[in-house]
Nanobody, 113 residues
Framework: QVQLVESGGGLVQAGGSLRLSCVAS????????MAWYRQVPGKQRDLVAV???????NYAESVKGRFTISRDNPKNTVYLQMNSLKPEDTAVYYC???????WGRGTQVTVSS
C-alpha cells in the first residue's frame, strides 16, 4: 500500500521559516512527479509547488522566491522549505504523488502576525 507521510508543520511567527518533509513508501517515488498543495477551511486545495523526477520545479506565484521544493530520491523524500512566512500562508499542507494521484494526510502550518 502506498503511503505519503508529511511532517514539519507547526506554529511560527511571520517572517520565520519551516521545512516540511514528505516520505513516500514503496517504489513510487523515483519516477513520479511530486507536489505540495495547501488548503484553508472552506476553500479549495491549491497547488503550491511541483517537482519532476528530474528536478524541474514550478511554483504558485504567491510563494515564488520564498518557498523551495526539493527531493531526495534515495530517501524517497520531498521537501518544502518555506521562508519569509506570512499569515496568509496558514493552511494544511498536503503532499501528493501527481502521477498516481496519492495524497498524504496533511500537516498544519500556522503563521502568526
Amino acid at each position: 500500500q502506498v503511503q505519503l507521510v508529511e511532517s514539519g508543520g507547526g506554529l511560527v511567527q511571520a517572517g520565520g521559516s519551516l521545512r516540511l518533509s514528505c516520505v513516500a513508501s514503496g517504489s513510487i517515488f523515483r519516477t513520479n512527479v511530486m507536489a505540495w498543495y495547501r488548503q484553508v477551511p472552506g476553500k479549495q486545495r491549491d497547488l503550491v509547488a511541483v517537482i519532476s523526477n528530474a528536478g524541474t520545479t514550478n511554483y504558485a506565484e504567491s510563494v515564488k522566491g520564498r518557498f523551495t521544493i526539493s527531493r531526495d530520491n534515495p530517501k524517497n523524500t520531498v521537501y518544502l522549505q518555506m521562508n519569509s512566512l506570512k499569515p496568509e500562508d496558514t493552511a494544511v499542507y498536503y503532499c501528493k504523488c501527481e502521477s498516481l494521484g496519492y495524497w498524504g494526510r496533511g500537516t498544519q502550518v500556522t503563521v502568526s502576525s
